[in-house]
């Protein structure tokens, strides 16, 4: 039986006897990393990590019916400047609520160059929206990898979360180093075609001078991006990866964002690592639930329904 897991981008093909009858249940595990270092009056950095599950099932060809489950966010001060390095907190954990998404039914769309738009409750907070977006995210491409060969790099403009930028795309394809994880009861088949024993890596370098739009967003950052604020934010690095072998599926993003509050003359910069990896593909308990009170939104920070310029302008 082949399943779509990711539209027009990843298949897979299981080897089960009798297709299922609600059909397949994709279960993505999520790490956000967040690493605020402050540039003066500094004895660390603050770190905010939020892990959680993504649940999703296909819903037509198009689109994947999600939610979140099982969120925990904690945050706590480390003496390592280092963003990069895992640190195990020494002192004090917050549990942090306010960074741990909600478990409502929404739906992704895709177009063939990933996503497309979302359909959420027409109540959802816009700072759980936001938040949400940059985790699903994780699931676009941003181009058509459709029959790409071995070692390639294009430039393309690509839609993300953050905004319409030049993003130049790394894509190759090699044997894996490593051994494969035990193999799974599932093979999985980008568009692009893997052979077994093969990893395709796709990499993302955002050229942020080069935006139709882009609004400078952290994770869980409530300022509305239409109202005066004493804050200024820039983004000054977006990368994305993309992982795959026949059983593995990761993608990540990397940003750096700086922040200045203007009143308090304080720069701080934030270090912030998303990232998804498919975790189990098994079947479905029932059909996918339905949207509360569904409402279409785009897939940009700050923005609510897809194409109303005018409410944007508000
Ligand atoms: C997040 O932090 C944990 C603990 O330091 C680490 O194990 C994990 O690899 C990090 N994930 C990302 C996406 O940076
Ligand atoms: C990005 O999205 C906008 C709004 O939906 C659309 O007009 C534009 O063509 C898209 N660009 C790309 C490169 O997909």
């Not at 003496?79 to 741990?100: H, I, K, T």
Request: glycine share 6%; with cysteine.
């Amino acid at each position: 039986m082949n399943v779509v897991v990711i539209p027009f981008f990843l298949a897979a093909h299981l080897t089960v006897d009798e297709p299922w009858e609600h059909g397949p249940e994709y279960t993505f595990q999520v790490q956000v990393n967040c690493t605020a270092i402050p540039e003066e009056g500094i004895y660390g950095s603050v770190r905010l990590n939020l892990v959680s599950k993504l649940i999703c099932q296909p819903k037509g060809s198009h689109m994947l019916s999600c939610h979140f489950e099982d969120s925990k966010a904690n945050s706590f001060v480390v003496d390592s400047l280092d963003p990069s390095e895992p640190v195990v907190p020494a002192g004090l954990v917050n549990r942090q609520p306010a960074y741990e998404i909600n478990e409502d039914q929404f739906e992704i769309k895709f177009n063939k160059r990933g996503l497309d738009s979302l359909v959420v409750n027409e109540n959802i907070q816009p700072r759980e929206l936001d938040m949400i977006r940059m985790i699903v995210g994780q699931l676009s491409v941003g181009a058509v990898l459709e029959g790409v060969g071995n070692d390639i790099i294009f430039d393309a403009m690509e839609n993300f979360t953050q905004g319409e930028c030049y993003t130049t795309f790394k894509i190759d394809k090699k044997l894996v180093g490593r051994p494969l994880y035990a193999k799974p009861s599932y093979a999985l088949r980008p568009v692009f075609g893997l052979k077994d024993g093969k990893l395709v890596q796709i990499r993302k370098i955002r050229n942020l001078h080069m935006c139709a739009h882009k609004v400078p967003y952290f994770f869980g950052n409530a300022e509305s991006f239409r109202e005066e604020s004493d804050i200024i934010s820039d983004i000054s690095l977006s990368d994305g990866h993309i992982i795959i072998t026949s059983t593995e599926f990761i993608s990540g993003t990397s940003n750096v964002i700086t922040t200045n509050k203007i009143t308090e003359t304080v720069i701080t910069t934030l270090y912030e690592n998303v990232r998804l990896r498919l975790e189990s593909i098994q079947a479905a308990k029932s059909e996918p639930l339905a949207v509360k009170e569904a409402e279409p939104a785009s897939i940009f920070i700050g923005r609510w329904l897809i194409d109303d310029s005018s409410e944007e302008d508000n």
